[in-house]
Nanobody, 124 residues
């Protein structure tokens, strides 16, 4: 059973930066991995994903501000977040699955393994 542990969440002012980490207990080289977030009172939303070939995908609201990358030597997924906005506030979760081969997924229902989440709060 793979375990994912997020860290790096914090409270920052708008315009600031944060880097989230997701440490995996298994080898992430071939994994499809993603970051999701849930704002208060809203549904879980996919933010970014990365496949085994390091091909990335982002939702439009974070393009140019967020960068997803993984360090396979450390079995760690990252989300670098710059120019943070108040609407980026939420609990951020990492997710992973190994069943997609060269493809990846973007919907929460498509991932079997999840972390516990880390809180990001952006104030104006």
């Amino acid at each position: 059973q793979v375990q994912l542990v997020e860290s790096g969440g914090d409270s920052v002012e708008a315009g600031g930066s944060l880097t989230l980490l997701c440490a995996a207990s298994g080898d992430i080289f071939s994994a499809c991995m993603a970051w999701f977030r849930q704002a208060p009172g809203k549904e879980v939303e996919g933010v970014a994903s990365i496949n085994r070939h390091m091909i990335t995908s982002y939702i439009s609201s974070v393009k140019g501000r967020f960068t997803i990358f993984k360090d396979v030597a450390k079995d760690t997924l990252y989300l670098q977040m710059n120019s943070l906005k108040t609407e980026d506030t939420g609990i951020y979760y990492c997710a992973a699955d190994w069943k997609y081969g060269s493809d990846c997924a973007s919907e929460a229902s498509q991932f079997r393994y999840w972390g516990q989440g880390t809180q990001v709060t952006v104030s104006s």
